[in-house]
C-alpha cells in the first residue's frame, strides 16, 4: 500500500527560513513532487526529485533519501505570499499515478 | 488563456441528479485525471486516460463515469448524485513524452455541492 505522512500544519515569520517534511512508504517508487495549492486553487507543480540530494529552484529547494523514505521541501526568505498549502505525492510503480499526502497548511506571519 | 480548463466552476444540485464535469486542455497532453479532494484529506484519483482509447479506474471510482471524447477533452459523470459527492473537483494533464518527470498539471477545479 501507499503512506504518506507531512506535518498538517505549520507557522512561520515573514523572511525567516521553514522546512517543510514528508516521510513516506511505497510499493514502488518513480519520483516525489511537491505542489503549492492556495487556498480553493488548483495545485501548481514546484519540484520533482528522482534521486538522492537537493534541487534548487531559486527560493525552494527540495530534497529527497530514497533509503529513508524521506523528503523535505525548504522555503528561504519567505514572503506573505508563501501562506499555502504544500502538497507531497509519490509516484509509484507506474509513473503516472500519484499518491498524495494530506498536504502541509502553512501560514507565514509578519 | 488557461492551459487546462474546467466548466462549470461552482455547480450545486440536488441528490438523485445526472452531473457532467468537463474538461479541455491546450496543452497537447496525451493523459488526462480527474481528482476529488476533501477538506482534510489528499487528493484522491477517480480515473485516467492515457489516449482517446484508454479508460482506467483510480482508487475511488465507484459512483463515477468518465468519457474521453478527444485527445483535449475528458468529461466525469455523477450518474446519480448523492452528498458525500460533495468535494472539490480537479482534472489535471501530463505528457508522457516527458520521461523524466510525466508532471501533472491541474486546472483550476469544480466546487460541486450536492443538497
Known amino acids: 500500500g501507499q503512506n504518506i505522512d507531512q506535518p498538517t500544519e505549520m507557522t512561520a515569520t515573514e523572511g525567516a527560513i521553514v522546512q517543510i517534511n514528508c516521510t513516506y512508504q511505497?510499493?514502488?517508487?518513480?519520483?516525489l513532487f511537491w505542489y503549492q495549492q492556495h487556498a480553493g486553487e488548483a495545485p501548481t507543480f514546484l519540484s520533482y526529485n528522482v534521486l538522492d540530494g537537493l534541487e534548487e529552484k531559486g527560493r525552494f529547494s527540495s530534497f529527497l533519501s530514497r533509503s529513508k523514505g524521506y523528503s523535505y521541501l525548504l522555503l528561504k526568505e519567505l514572503q506573505m505570499k508563501d501562506s499555502a498549502s504544500y502538497l507531497c505525492a509519490v509516484a509509484g510503480a507506474g509513473s503516472y499515478q500519484l499518491t498524495f499526502g494530506k498536504g502541509t497548511k502553512l501560514s507565514v506571519i509578519p | 488563456d488557461a492551459d487546462v480548463t474546467q466548466t462549470p466552476r461552482n455547480r450545486i444540485t440536488k441528490t438523485g441528479k445526472r452531473i457532467m464535469l468537463e474538461c479541455s486542455q491546450t496543452?497537447?497532453?496525451?493523459?488526462m485525471y480527474w481528482y476529488r479532494q476533501d477538506p482534510g484529506l489528499g487528493l484522491q484519483l477517480i480515473y485516467y486516460?492515457?489516449?482517446?482509447?484508454?479508460?482506467n479506474k483510480g482508487e475511488i471510482s465507484d459512483g463515477y463515469s468518465v468519457s474521453r471524447q478527444a485527445q483535449a477533452k475528458f468529461s466525469l459523470s455523477l450518474e446519480s448524485a448523492i452528498p458525500n459527492q460533495t468535494a472539490l473537483y480537479f482534472c489535471a494533464t501530463s505528457d508522457s513524452q516527458d520521461e523524466s518527470t510525466d508532471t501533472q498539471y491541474f486546472g483550476p477545479g469544480t466546487r460541486l455541492t450536492v443538497l
Open positions: 486516460s492515457f489516449d482517446v482509447k484508454d479508460i
Open positions: 496543452k497537447g497532453h496525451d493523459r
Open positions: 511505497t510499493s514502488g517508487f518513480n519520483g
